[in-house]
């Protein structure tokens, strides 16, 4: 599965504008910019374990799916697991 990072540019710079309107200084942005950053590559990462193991185990029985994700111990989102 790819995923195109550029899809997230206007979400970047909205949120840039955001701080500066709020008086934040350029300077400051990594303190607020590094956590949405890892939020994406949790994200980012769940999605992609979640097709692997579709892969191998199919996904019919949904809630076997989730029982199954929960168990490789990843980490767990049920909104992005069951869509």
């Known amino acids: 599965m790819s995923i195109n990072i550029l899809k997230y ?7 840039a504008d955001l701080l500066i309107g709020a008086g934040i200084k350029q300077s400051d942005f990594p303190k607020y910019m590094m956590p ?11 999605i ?22 929960q168990l490789e111990g990843l980490g767990y989102n049920d909104y992005l697991i069951r869509k």
């Open 9 to 15: 540019e206007s979400d970047v710079w909205r949120t």
């Open 36 to 46: 949405y950053f890892a939020l994406l590559m949790v994200e980012s990462r769940l």
């Open 48 to 69: 992609r374990e979640a097709a692997r193991l579709e892969e191998e185990i199919g996904k019919d029985n949904i809630d076997d799916f989730v029982e199954m994700f």
